[in-house]
């Protein structure tokens, strides 16, 4: 046969037995190898009735019947003397017992949407997927592979959707830019929104991909079938099902700009029988000339009220939050010009290091004492890049200065003295422009903040040696993590009493911290890891903390740390208790209910995903215990059984 390619589909034809069938590749087409007295034939394996794989069927009465519906046909021809719609048949040769099949040179591969839009969303520099791949959305995911295998990209296969999404969310909160999760329809893409929403409300910027059944059968009740697009509506920004007429490369340009420009979700969902359609003449897009420079500058009249607002305060104090985690370098500037304390909601942990001279820590019920002492004492807050949460707790008793480049969230829950609308960056240096001026008459804090530390470091100590025999406390657990925790490492905190404990206690450094912040999401720190590996690779190590609660919402996902070798050391304090909801149930006034845990053996199951894992139930092994899970080279985890209530 010309222009014949012969693929080798069995090592040893003695594998397939007398009066047997095999679904066996050859190329990129699966194929039914029959065995019916002593001769082999090689024919298609899709049934023409409905595509079932007749290379699992049997052969019966000399029939080879298909295993979903029982149509017959010839295992050698493949005639069907009942309907008439026989089965294509390939050549076979068989060469020192190996068998060969021939099948026609395949032609070059031709773009599809799939194709365009993929390639699109790398140009646009989203370059990290986290996803699964499923019967639904396999042309996107071929476009996908397709891109990876340039280089262009790394897709990150996950055990549950919930997980990529978190995983999506993380690396946006991260990295600022947004990265894409990927899901098949149905179940698949529900089981997304949790991580979708953590993202939304935390503002970070997202890409979801989902598969979807054929148009023709939406509306029917068809296997997997959900509206995805009145699904996503409550989460989504940007919201759209990929037609046939649609443009293609502007629609994923599009998607991506509000992505990044809202700072919020975007969806786009594929029809089964449009990710296969060829794209023809269209191109792919790239972000040249697409999206403008973001440095707003801020009224003049608004920036001329901040400056006398400072200008009277003699004991100013900056707050900042999690909008201003990429603006850092200024404010701290503008700070050290003030000598002023500087201290981070919780969300914005670690945007000063607890070591600089006027950093104070977290504010809020994750606080320190040292950053509530110095709210208490001030007569001007500059707050800037945060939302006023009820859990930082920023007093509106106190003069106000807001600035933020999303004008929604300036005076979003009452009354400011002084809204300033603008780009951070620009914002703080006009304000640093001015700092001689700003400076006189402020009184040094300096001092001050190190005294306030030094009392809350020998409380500290004190409350390291409260031993009730029921397990290690979390402060003795933060505290050894601070001398332990590499000093630019990423942490991924989850939520309940650790997190808590984890504001409280960790002294941060050079460190990134990555949570579930408005959502308040249990189960995100080790999917969080996951993202934030994406986005650092092995240059930074990652550390995540959970409780046993959040740990087991998506323990599987261990197995994906030990798939990609990501050297990810996982913390897991586990008390046999949701700890923190028990403590709500009591303030409450109710009965402790419906919290107790039953745990498997954490550490034994890291071991058997093959990685490191190690646990410890008391104090004295604490050190040892941590720095073998710090030393270890690939993935661990470190089991701490702690006490519930010192926390």
């Known amino acids: 046969m010309k222009n014949t390619i012969w693929h080798q589909v069995l090592e040893d034809k003695n594998e397939l037995q007398e009066g047997r069938v095999m679904t066996v590749t050859a190329g990129h087409k699966d194929l039914c190898l029959t065995r019916f007295e002593g001769k082999y034939t090689a ?214 700009k509000h992505a990044i420009l809202k700072r919020d979700v975007s969806h786009l ?98 606080g320190t004492p040292i950053a509530s002492y110095f709210m208490n004492e001030t007569d001007l807050l500059i707050v800037i890049g945060a939302s006023f949460s009820k859990h930082t707790g920023i007093t509106p008793k106190k003069p106000i200065i807001q600035i933020d480049i999303d004008p929604l969230a300036i005076a979003k829950f009452h009354k400011i003295d002084c809204p300033v609308y603008g780009e951070i960056s620009r914002t703080v240096g006009i304000l640093t422009e001015q700092s001689k001026e700003l400076s006189q008459n402020k009184v040094d804090q300096t001092e001050e903040i190190a005294n306030r530390w030094e009392i809350w470091r020998k409380e500290k100590q004190k409350r390291l040696n409260e031993d009730r025999g029921k397990g290690v406390s979390s402060i003795a657990v933060f505290d050894e993590l601070t001398k332990q925790a590499p000093e630019n490492a990423v942490m991924c905190v989850d939520v309940g009493n650790n997190a808590y404990s984890f504001g409280r206690y960790f002294e941060s450094k050079q460190h990134n911290f990555l949570m579930s912040g408005y959502l308040g999401s249990i189960g995100f720190a080790l999917p969080a890891a996951i993202g934030a590996w994406a986005a650092v690779g092995d240059t930074r190590p990652i550390i995540a903390v959970a409780g046993d609660g959040g740990i087991c919402q998506y323990l599987a996902e261990f197995s994906t740390l030990v798939k990609y070798e990501m050297p990810v050391k996982l913390i897991v304090l586990n008390n046999s208790e949701l700890g923190k909801i028990t403590k709500e149930q009591r303030a409450g006034g109710w009965d402790k209910w419906a919290t107790d845990l039953v745990n498997p053996d954490f550490a034994s199951y890291a071991k058997g995903c093959g990685g490191f894992g190690l646990s410890i139930t008391n104090r004295q092994d604490l050190q040892l215990g941590m720095k073998q899970l710090i030393d270890h080279k690939g993935p661990g985890l470190l089991e701490i059984k702690t006490d519930t209530k010192l926390i």
């Open 43 to 256: 024919l298609q394996s899709k049934c023409p009735h409905q595509g079932g794989p007749l290379g699992e069927g049997s052969i019966e009465n000399g029939q080879l019947r298909c295993p979903w519906h029982g149509w017959d046909f010839c295992p050698h021809g493949g005639k069907s003397d009942d309907f008439g719609d026989g089965l294509e048949t390939f050549p076979i040769k068989i060469e020192e017992n190996k068998i060969f099949v021939g099948l026609k040179e395949e032609p070059p591969h031709e773009n599809t949407i799939s194709d365009i839009m993929v390639e699109t969303m790398v140009n646009w520099g989203i370059n990290r997927v986290f996803g699964m791949v499923g019967h639904s959305n396999l042309g996107v995911a071929d476009a996908i592979r397709r891109q990876e295998e340039k280089g262009s990209l790394k897709f990150i296969g996950i055990r549950h959707e919930g997980a990529a999404a978190f995983a999506a969310s993380a690396y946006g909160k991260l990295t600022g830019k947004p990265a894409a999760c990927f899901a098949i329809a149905g179940p698949g893409s529900t089981n997304m929104f949790t991580g979708l929403w953590d993202a939304k409300v935390d503002r970070s910027p997202i890409l979801a991909l989902t598969g979807q059944v054929a148009t023709q059968v939406v509306g029917t009740g068809n296997f997997q079938e959900v509206d995805l697009v009145r699904a996503f509506q409550t989460v989504a920004e940007f919201n759209q099902r990929v037609e046939q007429q649609s443009r293609h490369a502007e629609l994923m340009t599009l998607a991506i």
């Open 269 to 366: 969902t594929f029809p089964d029988q449009i990710q296969v359609q060829p794209a023809k003449d269209t191109k792919a897009q790239t972000s040249d000339g697409r999206i403008s420079l973001l440095s707003i500058a801020p009224p003049k009249e608004q920036i001329e009220s901040a400056i006398n607002q400072i200008k009277k305060s003699k004991r100013p104090v900056i707050i900042v939050g999690h909008g201003a985690r990429f603006n850092m370098d200024p404010i701290i500037s503008l700070a050290e010009k003030l000598n002023c304390p500087v201290m981070t909601t919780f969300k914005g942990k670690g945007q000063i290091s607890d070591h600089h001279r006027l950093g104070c820590g977290v504010l809020g019920r994750s």
